[in-house]
């Protein structure tokens, strides 16, 4: 847990300052902290030093042991938040082995300062559970975040810096979640650990095993799961304060590891696999953060967790099974698995949510495709809808909290290859346009009245290349900060 303080003086022994440049001049951005910028500039000059994003460097300081600066790019007078985000984030990545650090980057808002908190905490992240016999070589990443600062006595920046905290404890949670291995995250180990942090978070939490989803219906996540020893679970996982201005339902895709099944994946990347949790902690610990920061909006999350697994018993192609609700699915592909746990929590998610008083929104979260990486790339997600008005919301929130969404249609002329002649839909269709023809399936279980948005972050979710700004190399934790922000932004409406 990291964290986070306000202070006006230098209190630690390691000062992070921006370095930037302006027509090939470099330039150091120390916000309210004094350095000596004469001297300093001629050794990062002899240095070969750019000011370039993700360039950090240390030098031995005079104010303090060590000085640190990190790229801003180019200089602004008033810098994109996602820009100090991120630099923060790339320095506090290099400061592991410090116990604290203090950040004196340039900002003129407390929406400044607070990316910069929040990008110093998520920087702040190690993973080293399973690390052996070589633990102990391991250096602890920052444990506390000195933002140095003017506004260290509003209530505004105060809030800030405590939201910092919660968004990197709930980050963490969700890369943590990632990073476990399929050897030790099941659907039901997934369930217990929830359960357990949801008593100290104050949220109510359900879990339908795998005999009442067999008994209740459930033919997508008892079709996926059958394959495996490990059992599926439906978990829910609920945050219903007393004056809620809104009501949403999340739903995360919560596959423990995908083989693929009887469509087995090559070897080559299937490790990957493990990270088909990633919407199913992304919703969870969203509704964690929202109980934390007290909105006065009501999410129920739902997780269908199970492992897609290769065995007798799992579905073989050409296998028909019923969804939550009564549709029946032809199983074409077993590896798009995806879309047949998400129906059922789907249907389930808008059955309570009616029962409650009705959905003003629902939204999955899911490592849904591949195409969606051919597309898009892996840094930035897809969304997709059936109500442009909530699918604006959500992108502005996004882009509030600096994570990159593209908005991606649903064309009907798709819908007609996930026809199947022996079943209501076959559980594939095109191969082209394979994103759009799952957020098509999925579709069919949406209630046409109900605002809906389809993220597929199959790419981002886990990063297989290096570590950037406040990313590290595994689980990002990513689309956790635009729902909290979607939240906070129903929170402020009348
Ligand atoms: N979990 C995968 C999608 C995925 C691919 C996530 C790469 C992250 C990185 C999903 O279950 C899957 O296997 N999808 C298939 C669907 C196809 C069979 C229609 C795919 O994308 O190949
Ligand atoms: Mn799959
Ligand atoms: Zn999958």
Known sequence: MVKVKLTTKLDSDVLVVGLG???KKLQIESGTAQVDSTALLSTLNAMGAT??????IKLPGKSSKLIVFTGLGKIESNYNPEVLRRAAGAAARELSGNKSASFSLPHKSVVELAAIAEGAALGSYSFTDFLGNSKKDQKDPLSIVNVLTKFTDTAQAKSAARRAEIIAEQTFLVRDLINTPPSHL???SFCLQIKKLASKYGVKIEVINDAALRKGGYGGIIGVGQGSANPPRLLRVSYTPAKAKKRYAFVGKGITFDTGGLALKPAAGMEAMKADMSGAAAVVASVFAIAQLKLPVAVDAWAPLAENMVSDTATRPSDVITIYGGKTVEVLNPDAEGRLVLADALVKAAEVGKKSGGLDGIIDVATLTGAQVVALGSRTSAVMTNDENFSGQF?????????????????????ASLDSPIADLANIGDRMGGM???GLFLKEFIDPQTPWLHLDIAGPAFNEKSAHGYTPVGGTGIALRSLICLAELASSQS
């Open 186 to 188: 099941t659907p039901d």
């Open 51 to 56: 000011g370039k994003n993700d360039e950090v």
């Open 436 to 438: 759009l023809v799952a």
């Open 395 to 415: 992108l502005t929130a996004a882009n509030i909290s600096g994570e990159a969404f593209w908005p991606m249609p649903l064309p009907i002329e798709l819908r």
């Open 21 to 23: 440049a302006l027509n």
